[in-house]
């Protein structure tokens, strides 16, 4: 077995010099919701055998973070509606306890925080993230399609009761919820979230309502929002492709997303990881690599960081988005319950 010591002195750094600290992995393609940006309502979930056990996941991750991943992001599909998903949050704050981990984090949709949230912050969670695109209840229901308001209204409180600090995703879709951002940058604001707006990005058939139809440049918005309030710039950085503000009404951040209209691929230090164990480098290209095999074929870890290593060495510089007027097409087939965002 290769000693640790070495390992470290090789952290995972790709073609681009992009050191890999971040790795989102994907509990579960499953979902109590069927947002309508997010998944068609007929959608097809992959058979049981394919989806990694909860120990497996344990151990993949537990690999990524002995080769110097920093920061883990369970998300899905909706991670907290994966049977016994606590076992692998209490296993994994292991890493927390050891130091090899500097943050454990959640990306939810929040209607099951309730039931959730004093466990995740005793696991050693502090923040956590929770899509809430309205605050209207009808709408909440037609974007959701499944979801009810006032079960995630109920999650929030419980999370902001157990002492985790919250930031609020909202995907920005055009004639939906547009009328509503100044609310939300208020409701924010006293409740004491972070907020990051996203544009729609044009990931798998969903069926139905067209990406064109949904798609509200954020810039618009911020020149909106700024009619009321003061935006300052903030240094703040995840490494990723949000762009922070501070709102100074509020005191709060408020993040833009914008991968079709801002290149945010330089600085990036992540990677994604599936509930089937397929990494993907970029979240805008296909390529991939299977590490479930790896994973399988030996108890023996040396496989499994070998092609972990391969894959990271095969990252692309960047990705490459456009909603494909003249085919309407997605630019990439898959679903973003597939990789979580
Ligand atoms: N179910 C969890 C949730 O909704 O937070 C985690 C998974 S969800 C795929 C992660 C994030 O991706 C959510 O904030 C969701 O709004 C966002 N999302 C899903 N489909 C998207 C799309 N086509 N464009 C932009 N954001 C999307
Ligand atoms: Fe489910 Fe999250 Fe996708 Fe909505 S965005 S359907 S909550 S995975």
């Not at 998300?75 to 050891?98: A, D, F, Q, Y």
């Not at 229901?141 to 999650?155: F, H, K, M, S, Y």
């Not at 909202?170 to 996203?198: H, P, Q, S, Y």
């Amino acid at each position: 077995m290769t000693p640790i010591a070495t390992i470290a002195d090789r952290p995972l750094t790709d073609p681009f010099a992009r050191q890999i600290t971040y790795l989102r992995v994907s509990v579960t393609d499953r979902c109590d919701f069927r947002c309508l940006y997010c998944m068609a309502e007929d959608m097809t979930f992959l058979p049981k055998a394919e989806v990694l056990s909860l120990e497996e996941l344990d151990r993949l991750c537990s690999a990524f973070v002995r080769l110097g991943v920093r920061k883990l992001r369970l998300t899905g599909g909706e991670p907290l509606v994966r049977r016994n998903v606590m076992s692998l949050v209490r296993s994994l704050s292991r890493h927390l306890g050891s130091g090899a981990l500097d943050e454990l984090t959640v990306t939810t949709n929040g209607s099951q925080l309730q039931r959730h949230a004093a466990e995740l912050a005793a696991c050693g969670v502090r923040r956590i993230n929770v899509s809430v695109d309205t605050l209207d209840p009808a709408k909440f229901a037609e974007i959701t399609r499944w979801g009810r308001l006032p079960q995630v209204l109920d999650g929030l409180a419980a999370a902001k009761a157990a002492g985790l600090q919250i930031k609020i995703n909202a995907v920005a879709l055009k004639g939906v919820n547009e009328d509503e951002i100044d609310r939300m940058v208020e409701w924010c604001g006293t409740e004491g979230f972070d907020l990051v707006l996203i544009e729609v990005m044009p990931m798998g058939e969903i069926g139905g309502e067209a990406r064109l139809d949904q798609y509200l440049p954020l810039s618009m918005v911020r020149a909106r929002l700024m009619r009321r309030w003061t935006l300052d710039e903030s240094d703040h950085t995840t490494g990723g492709p949000a762009r922070y503000f501070t709102v100074r009404e509020t005191g709060r951040r408020l993040g833009f997303i914008t991968p079709l209209t801002h290149n945010f691929c330089e600085s990036c230090n992540r990677v994604r990881l599936t509930c089937t164990g397929t990494l993907y480098m970029c979240l805008g290209q296909e390529d991939a690599a299977d590490l479930r095999a790896p994973l399988r074929a030996s108890s023996d870890d040396r496989a499994l960081d070998a092609a972990i290593r391969a894959a990271i060495a095969r990252k692309p510089r960047g990705h490459d988005f456009v909603i494909d007027r003249r085919r309407q097409r997605s630019a990439v087939s898959r679903h973003m319950s597939v990789t979580g965002g």
